[in-house]
């Protein structure tokens, strides 16, 4: 590691105008190492020195993992965050934007080591990017359609490589075009081995049938076609999901839904009760208040920026005020993709991510918690696929189809 004050002098490109002629690796190498110069001039992260050690990484066993946090396998837990639609560095980690992430800044990433340089090349629509995500694989399924990923997910790789019970994985999803996020339609895994999805906008249209009135500003399903909320059935199945497993009656969440101002709070507030109820060992929560942004007014995304880094700041404050998440639990934190550059015509800014530029698909991601290094910072390339591998290797199962390798660096 270099610290710091032995740093040597750095000239940073100029981050709003990325050379457009340059190839796409050549943009997002840039993107990330001036993303890096961010962080090191504002939160004093030291510079990482990156380990290629993908052969050893893959083979760790429960044993390794033992000696290498001091946690017992059985008890180690990993809580993955996808932060909301995806965010410019205009309005997040440059110099103007640091204010709208505050507790990203100032309290996450110095606990985290952050890689900078993390490529999507898989298609950048919030479902099928956030399944690709989830398989370690580029899954090709229609964004708009109910359809499982074609890939194994982490949440069947974890239960069925460790005969872990279906209460020991969980997504909370943000929008009724995830439903199907939990398990995919691989024959050897699937139906009765993937995750419990709560989608708390459902379980509050299931809880408030009649009178939605009061909910709406909760209840938009999706920002990108507000034309496209699938009507899912089972209005039985989500009342039992409250009171059965989140241990809430039907008129205390309606009356908790009521001081929230957005779907990413009820996403969280859901998160929570499960953690409490069930606390289970692989817990996915997909932010996407930020994709506001598709509307077009500059004001609602901000201010999804600002609620989605002091949400993160609570699951965090929760991980580690949990007896059962205090201590053995590492926390993931990463967007699914970005957004388009300012200068494409067909992007529009902060607005969309349809150009495939290599800013809409430079994202990064963060670790902090159990077995991970503070505040190191990393800007070698890595890619959205190499998400699942890592949790493979640090909970100790194998996922056998995923695309992406282990980071080493987290390892
Ligand atoms: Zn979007």
Redesign the pocket.
């Known amino acids: 590691m270099t610290p710091l004050s032995s740093a040597p002098p750095i000239s940073m490109p100029d981050l709003k105008r990325p050379d457009r002629l340059a190839a796409p690796e050549e943009v997002a190498r840039q993107l990330g190492f001036t993303r890096r110069e961010f962080l090191r001039s504002a939160a004093g992260l030291a510079l990482g020195r990156t380990v290629f050690s993908g052969a050893f990484a893959s083979s760790l066993s429960a044993s390794t993992l033992l000696s290498r946090t001091g946690i017992p396998a059985k008890k180690r837990k990993v809580v993955v965050i996808t932060f909301g639609?995806?965010a410019r560095d205009q309005e997040t980690f440059a110099p103007e934007g640091q204010e709208n992430i505050p507790h990203l800044m100032r309290e996450l990433i110095p606990q985290s080591t952050f890689f900078t340089q993390v490529v999507n090349r898989g298609i950048l629509?919030?479902y099928v990017a956030t399944a690709s995500l989830a398989t370690g694989a580029y899954e090709t399924i229609n964004n708009f359609a109910s359809l499982p990923p074609e890939n194994p997910t982490v949440f069947e790789y974890f239960r069925k490589d460790l005969r872990r019970p279906a209460s020991d994985a969980w997504v909370v999803a943000p929008s009724n075009g995830f439903n199907r996020i939990g398990e995919s339609n691989n024959r050897s895994y699937g139906p009765g081995l993937g995750a419990g999805v709560i989608l708390p906008k459902h379980l509050l249209t299931a809880a408030t049938s009649g009178g939605r009135a009061d909910y709406q500003h909760l209840l938009r399903d999706n920002?990108?076609t507000p034309f496209y909320t699938p009507e899912l059935g089972g209005r039985e199945f989500q009342l039992q999901q409250l009171e059965m497993i989140l241990k809430l009656s039907v008129d205390d969440f309606k009356k908790h839904a009521l001081t929230l101002s957005s779907p990413d709070e009820l996403s969280v507030y859901i998160a929570r009760q499960l953690m409490r109820q069930l606390a289970p060992s692989l817990l996915w929560i997909t932010m996407h208040d930020i994709?506001i942004?598709?509307a077009g007014a500059y004001s609602l995304y901000i201010e999804g920026i600002r609620r989605t880094d002091r949400l993160c700041a609570d699951l965090w404050k929760t991980v580690q005020s949990e007896p059962e998440y205090a201590g053995n639990t590492t926390l993931f934190i990463l967007p699914d993709f970005g957004r388009d550059a300012d200068d494409d015509s067909g992007g529009n800014g902060f607005q969309?991510?349809r150009t495939g530029d290599p800013l809409s698909r430079t994202t990064w991601l963060m670790a902090l918690g159990a077995g991970v290094r503070q505040g190191v910072v990393y800007d070698r390339a890595l890619q959205s696929t190499d998400l699942v591998p890592t949790l493979g290797s640090m909970l100790g199962f194998s996922p056998s189809l995923a695309q992406g390798k282990p980071i080493a660096e987290l390892l």
């Open positions: 639609g995806g629509g919030h920002y990108e994709d942004a598709h969309h991510h």
